[in-house]
């Protein structure tokens, strides 16, 4: 079980190095990540993008292009065409947005022809790393899926298994958070939770996740808290993955954690056929490459 980014880091090491394609790779902070990735042996890059723009700044993020695969591509949509076919088609492990709108990144994720749809819903799951807790933290949705149905919860929760499944984690606990803790007629989030909790008891959610709710956040990740509100629950205190109700709590959690609490992140798209890592261009470079390497740890072998 991989329990902070140091493991991470040191598993994804021991692994041969996975190839990125990185859609409009002309972007400053991404090429630091490239360089990063690429000094710890982590991956390889195919970097797609426009030359012109490409190579200065390659050159002051300190990336040799010689040791990458570049492929000319000036327009941004095309240049993420490419990469989703590339990831698609096995000549890339994983996907990766440089500078491109997040929306354009996603329409050439789930061309048809790409290859890369699942039939799954595609979620965003959040790593985190914060002092005082005992290990990684996951949370989700707090990037993509704006107000998730009940079904979509589902799918988000079975998305983010498969993440911690990937390091290790058979069996993650999850919390279905709410403002309260009980099930109240006019919180939709509570009710959902309470209905999650059940459907994940009867086998109806995959991936073996223990799933309780509704938590309030308190309860989800203190012990003493839940002790001192009487909850007895196989997640309470202990949970591995935060179900949070919709993107703006998600939003403002994950935030929160980094600016107040100096929590360390990385982030994937999960649900497709091959990793995807979409990262904000506030995110620092090492956010960027824990995120790679996090991919690196889910990323299947080469067809």
């Given at each position: 079980m991989i329990r902070n980014f140091a493991a991470l880091l040191a598993a994804v090491r021991k692994l041969p190095p996975r190839r990125v394609a990185v859609a409009a790779a002309h972007d400053e902070a991404v090429l630091a990540a490239v360089r990063e990735a690429r000094a710890q042996g982590i991956a390889d890059f195919v970097l797609i993008g426009d030359q012109g723009r490409l190579r200065p700044l390659a050159a002051a993020a300190g990336v040799n292009l010689d040791e990458c695969e570049v492929v000319h591509e000036p327009d941004?949509?095309?240049?993420?065409?490419?990469?989703?076919?590339?990831?698609?088609?096995?000549?890339?492990?994983?996907?990766?947005?440089?500078?491109?709108?997040?929306?354009?990144?996603?329409?050439?994720?789930?061309d048809k022809e790409a290859g890369l749809r699942t039939g799954a819903l595609l979620s965003h799951v959040f790593a985190l790393e914060v002092a005082g807790y005992d290990r990684l933290l996951f949370l989700t949705d707090a990037a993509m899926n704006v107000s998730p149905t009940l079904v979509e919860k589902a799918a988000i929760i079975e998305n983010a298994a498969a993440l911690a499944g990937a390091l290790g984690i058979e069996r993650p606990k999850v919390a279905a958070l709410a403002a309260v803790e009980t099930v109240e007629s006019g919180m939709l989030a509570?009710?959902?939770?309470?209905?999650?909790?059940?459907?994940?008891?009867?086998?109806?959610?995959?991936?073996?996740?223990?799933?309780?709710?509704?938590?309030?956040?308190?309860?989800?990740?203190?012990?003493?808290?839940?002790?001192?509100?009487?909850?007895?629950?196989?997640?309470?205190?202990?949970?591995?993955?935060?179900?949070?109700?919709?993107?703006?709590?998600g939003n403002v959690l994950v935030k929160s954690m980094v600016y107040f609490a100096g929590a360390r992140l990385a982030g994937l798209v999960m649900g497709a056929a091959r990793p995807v890592v979409v990262t904000s261009r506030a995110d620092s470079a090492e956010a960027k490459v824990l995120s790679i390497a996090l991919g690196a740890m889910t990323a299947p072998g080469r067809r």
């Open positions: 941004a949509r095309q240049a993420a065409r490419r990469a989703a076919m590339m990831a698609g088609g096995g000549q890339a492990d994983m996907l990766m947005k440089g500078l491109i709108g997040t929306g354009d990144f996603l329409r050439a994720l789930l509570t009710q959902e939770a309470a209905a999650l909790a059940k459907m994940a008891d009867r086998g109806q959610i995959r991936g073996g996740a223990i799933v309780d709710g509704p938590l309030a956040l308190d309860n989800a990740v203190s012990a003493e808290a839940a002790r001192h509100k009487g909850i007895v629950s196989p997640v309470a205190g202990e949970a591995d993955i935060l179900m949070v109700p919709d993107i703006e709590a």
